[in-house]
């Protein structure tokens, strides 16, 4: 059985109902979205969720939501004392999302500083594909950054591969190049790419879908999906120029949160399952359709 890692944070969601005055909690976070998308794509990957959690009982609930999912969750070590990150979301009449974050004392944070954590390298081989993202990097201190990136390297090392989706939140790191140089060394170490041009444009200062394939080819990223909303999505594969694959239009526009994560769950199961890459770009626009046509980042199942 294949076996796809995802590393992050998944943390406890508010979100405001229609009165404004009551909210909803749930469980989501980028990583982890993307990690939901993928196993109800392809039921029969064996995908496991590597954070860290507290030993309290909202921590035991997401436990137990991950299992709900299929998602495996022993890889994931409980900290005593530790609670897992929140955040509040609201949304516009466009859909757009405004993010409020109480995360930095999350578990999460502290995933290489406990034993569990520092032994995943000598799992690498257990791992035929580890997924992880700009986020995933930015939550962690320096020496747990180069402990991902290590984990990374012996993955391919090992003969697995590594996605890497750029997904940048500013707010997450001190010093706008601090994140490109993260998010570079993370770069090169993937075989595939999955970036969004926005996020390109903000860290790098490129707009250009062919300049951007361009460069992470140049980084040794051997497949290469770059996003753009209701532009649609470049697939780019060895040293060919990248092939346009259009949106698909959603019903409505109801809220556009894990648009990117649903598209990078379905095109990866795709890929995992043998679908070739444009294929599986069209599995993935055509589930962010469906994500961005309804409220909040995961649909019922």
């Known amino acids: 059985m294949t076996r796809v890692a995802v590393l992050g944070e998944c943390m406890v969601e508010l979100r405001r109902s229609g009165d404004g005055a009551t909210l909803t909690q749930t469980f989501s976070g980028d990583t982890y979205n993307a990690a939901v998308y993928l196993k109800r794509s392809a039921p029969p990957l064996d995908v496991v969720y590597i954070s860290a959690l507290g030993d309290d009982s909202i921590s035991a609930a997401m436990r137990r939501a991950w299992a709900e999912e299929g998602i495996d969750g022993d890889w994931t070590p409980s900290i005593g004392g530790a609670l897992p990150g929140l955040y509040l979301i609201e949304t516009d009449a466009d859909g757009e999302r405004r993010f409020h974050y109480w995360r930095s004392a999350a578990a999460a944070r502290r995933l290489f500083e406990v034993p569990e954590g520092r032994r995943l390298i000598d799992r690498a081989p257990e791992i035929d594909l580890l997924y992880l993202s700009g986020i995933s990097l930015?939550?962690?201190?320096?020496?747990?950054?180069?402990?991902?990136?290590?984990?990374?390297?012996?993955?391919?090392?090992?003969?697995?591969?590594?996605?890497?989706?750029?997904?940048?939140?500013?707010?997450?790191?001190?010093?706008?190049?601090?994140?490109?140089?993260?998010?570079?060394?993370?770069?090169?170490?993937?075989?595939?790419?999955?970036?969004?041009?926005?996020?390109?444009?903000?860290?790098?200062?490129?707009?250009?879908?062919?300049?951007?394939?361009?460069?992470?080819?140049?980084?040794?990223?051997?497949?290469?999906?770059?996003?753009?909303?209701?532009?649609?999505?470049?697939?780019?594969?060895?040293?060919?120029?990248?092939?346009?694959?259009?949106?698909?239009?959603?019903?409505?526009?109801?809220?556009?949160?894990?648009?990117?994560?649903?598209?990078?769950?379905?095109?990866?199961?795709?890929?995992?399952?043998?679908?070739?890459?444009?294929?599986?770009a069209r599995a993935g626009a055509t589930l962010a359709a469906r994500v961005i046509a309804a409220p909040g980042a995961i649909l019922p199942r």
């Open 138 to 280: 930015a939550i962690l201190p320096a020496e747990g950054r180069d402990r991902l990136l290590a984990l990374a390297a012996a993955v391919r090392s090992a003969g697995g591969r590594v996605a890497f989706d750029s997904n940048h939140r500013p707010a997450l790191w001190r010093d706008p190049r601090e994140d490109r140089t993260w998010v570079e060394r993370a770069s090169r170490l993937a075989t595939v790419a999955l970036p969004s041009l926005d996020d390109e444009a903000v860290l790098f200062g490129e707009r250009d879908p062919a300049a951007i394939d361009r460069r992470l080819a140049g980084w040794g990223v051997d497949e290469r999906v770059i996003k753009d909303g209701a532009n649609g999505a470049w697939v780019g594969l060895g040293g060919s120029a990248p092939v346009a694959v259009p949106a698909v239009a959603p019903a409505a526009v109801v809220d556009t949160t894990a648009a990117g994560d649903s598209f990078n769950g379905a095109y990866l199961a795709a890929r995992l399952t043998g679908s070739p890459p444009v294929d599986a």
